[in-house]
Nanobody, 127 residues
Framework: EAQLVESGGGLVRPGGSLTLSCAGS????????IGWFRHAPGKEREGVSCITSSYSPSHAGAVKGRFTISRDNVKKTVFLQMSSLKPEDTAVYYC?????????????????????WGQGTQVTVSS
């Protein structure tokens, strides 16, 4: 059974950096896409970044140029490097896996396309 566990969240000052990790178990990541989503209070959960099974990255406009997504299939880990953080980046960040081998080749922020979700890790950007 596939499981995802996020880690790396915490408190960071505006302008700071933070790297989140999404560790997978019970699944080979070779043919899956991994998406990062975030849910802030009072807002709908939104897509942040995605990396396809072929290592193609995609980012939401709000984080483009500031966030970088990468993956290590051997270590079964996906990373989200966040820099120049803003207070509006504050949210619970979730990673999710799309196990459909064909769909996983295409970047997507559609939540229903993702099969497994982690429990989330809190990121707070505040002075």
């Amino acid at each position: 059974e596939a499981q995802l566990v996020e880690s790396g969240g915490g408190l960071v000052r505006p302008g700071g950096s933070l790297t989140l990790s999404c560790a997978g178990s019970g699944v080979t990541l070779d043919y899956v896409a991994i998406g990062w989503f975030r849910h802030a209070p009072g807002k709908e959960r939104e897509g942040v970044s995605c990396i396809t099974s072929s290592y193609s990255p995609s980012h939401a406009g709000a984080v483009k140029g500031r966030f970088t997504i990468s993956r290590d299939n051997v270590k079964k880990t996906v990373f989200l490097q966040m820099s120049s953080l803003k207070p509006e980046d504050t949210a619970v960040y979730y990673c999710a896996a799309d196990l459909d081998p064909i769909r996983a080749t295409i970047p997507s922020s559609l939540q229903f396309e993702y099969d497994y979700w982690g429990q989330g890790t809190q990121v707070t950007v505040s002075s």
